[in-house]
């Protein structure tokens, strides 16, 4: 079941990449991997130099640019991954064949994750390191704690597969508009995370919300492993005054959590899907 589970796996990470890369060759692949989430990137920090008539030097900076790159797994595992479920079964309607040719769509739709978590982390580094570069981001090799960086990625991680594979069970059961509810749950966590601005600046109600989703708490752990505790206290007060250690309980806590709440999520309405016979349904609207 291992060998069998590990080939599938396999195979959806090797598909996933061609699909993701429209099958075009390495080369062209990689040089679309820097150039689309630097132009992406672009639009958000011409829209700051613009507001603030071009001052890179500012901890607001430096915290909304790191945001917004490892936001990028939030939309890569937490909307790509859902939208994998569309995709084979509507746009292309070869999710029928996929059962037929792996008996476990699970399988499959991890190693499409595995391929997006690959692509995204190129494109993470590629915009970080542009920041560095070009933009006065003060990210330094000898002052980053690359042991909590490291911990932080892979809870943020967790927490973006586990969400998307509870979408992509959901999917299963909606018809295609069913994209656009991932598409929402994405921007309402960009907006009430932290991502791009300090949670000070929302009203009391959207603070407190935000305060208590898990993806606000993985956003200042990077910046803290990153930047360090101080910095954190100079972009948002409200963020700095969480300890460490709760900040990492909550985290690692609501991490397991939600990988586990989605598989379980995923392997239910897989389930329902397959009793109501709708691994097939094109739905046209």
Request: proline share 3%; glycine share 10%.
């Amino acid at each position: 079941m291992a060998v069998s589970g590990l080939r599938h796996l396999r195979t959806g990470f090797w598909l996933g990449w061609q699909m993701d890369a429209n099958w075009a060759s390495p080369g062209w692949f990689f040089a679309y991997s820097i150039v689309r989430p630097l132009a992406m990137s672009s639009i958000l920090v011409v829209m700051y130099l613009v507001v603030t008539g071009g001052r890179t030097h500012t901890e607001m900076f430096a915290a909304m640019y790191l945001g917004n790159a490892f936001y990028m797994y939030v939309g890569a595992l937490g909307m790509g991954v859902s939208m994998a479920v569309i995709e084979e079964r509507e746009w292309f309607q070869m999710l029928k064949y996929i059962y037929l040719g792996t008996s476990d769509l699970f399988w499959y739709i991890l190693g499409r994750a595995g391929a997006k978590f690959v692509a995204t982390s190129i494109a993470a580094a590629v915009v970080l390191a542009a920041g560095v570069l070009f933009l006065h981001v003060p990210l330094h090799a000898g002052t980053v704690d690359w042991g909590a960086l490291v911990l932080a990625l892979a809870a943020g991680v967790l927490l973006s597969l586990g969400m998307g594979l509870a979408l992509a069970g959901v999917m299963l059961l909606a018809a295609r508009h069913g994209g656009a509810w991932a598409e929402g749950l994405a921007g309402a966590l960009y907006l009430f995370t932290g991502t791009v601005f300090p949670l000070d600046v929302l009203p009391d109600w959207a603070r407190a919300f935000g305060l208590a989703l898990p993806f606000t708490h993985w956003l200042e752990a990077l910046r803290r492993a990153a930047y360090g505790h101080a910095f954190s206290a100079r972009f948002s007060p409200t963020l700095a005054a969480v300890p460490d250690t709760t900040l990492w309980t909550v985290l690692l806590a609501s991490a397991a959590a939600t990988i586990l709440a989605g598989v379980a999520v995923f392997r239910a309405c897989e389930r329902v899907a397959r009793e109501r016979g709708l691994i097939d349904q094109v739905t046209e609207h």
